[in-house]
């Protein structure tokens, strides 16, 4: 199991579709808004580290709203 925190920066005014939009995905199991240089802080879980980089790359980082992202992964 692959376990990391993904930290969002949203466009202005738009963390809360994106958090709604990321709360979505089946692999994030947390998402949360908070202040700061990031917006969101999310905890995904997933099999590989394959399928984490399609999660941020794939899913998140294409978000309509998503302005950068920053992962951590947890060993």
Excluded: H, N, W
């Excluded at 376990?3 to 089946?26: H, W």
């Amino acid at each position: 199991m692959v376990k990391a925190y993904c930290l969002i920066s949203a466009a202005p005014g738009k963390t809360m579709e994106v958090l709604q939009k990321i709360k979505a995905i089946d692999a994030v199991k947390l998402a949360d808004s908070v202040a700061g240089e990031y917006d969101i802080v999310t905890r995904v879980e997933v099999d590989s580290l394959e399928k984490l980089s399609k999660i941020v790359f794939g899913e998140i980082r294409v978000m309509p709203g998503v302005m950068a992202t920053m992962t951590l992964i947890v060993f």
